[in-house]
Nanobody
Framework: QVQPVESGGGLVQPGGSLTLSCEAFRFTSDYHIAWFRQVPGKEREGVACISSVGDFTWYDYSVGGRFTISKDVAKNTTYLQMTNLRPEVTAVYYC????????????????????WGQGTQVTVSS
């Protein structure tokens, strides 16, 4: 299987916005898709997740309504809209896919995801 590809990262000033994209190269309606982020020296942490058919979403409390995850099934692409960005969200952002949907599904557990992109850097700085 081809790995997903993220895009849309970059440098943005505090208070600005970015939208990340994750092209999955497979039917996204078959997968729960999550966004994780990682900074050097820290573990990868879950940011948001959307269910296979898009009827459920999960968010880390820290994003506080400023991030929105969505998916376009026709384009096999998942998005992460980020607004009112703060320097502390600077990280490499990864998208990840899983078919797990039973009781072992914990949306922010990196271990359940079996397909990862290479990541896209998001830097929030003035």
């Amino acid at each position: 299987q081809v790995q997903p590809v993220e895009s849309g990262g970059g440098l943005v000033q505090p208070g600005g916005s970015l939208t990340l994209s994750c092209e999955a190269f497979r039917f996204t309606s078959d997968y729960h898709i999550a966004w994780f982020r990682q900074v050097p020296g820290k573990e990868r942490e879950g940011v948001a997740c959307i269910s296979s058919v898009g009827d459920f979403t999960w968010y880390d409390y820290s994003v506080g309504g400023r991030f929105t995850i969505s998916k376009d099934v026709a384009k096999n692409t998942t998005y992460l809209q980020m607004t009112n960005l703060r320097p502390e969200v600077t990280a490499v952002y990864y998208c990840a896919l899983t078919t797990i949907s039973d009781g072992s599904f914990i949306w922010d557990s990196a271990e359940i995801y079996d397909a990862w992109g290479q990541g896209t850097q998001v830097t929030v700085s003035s």
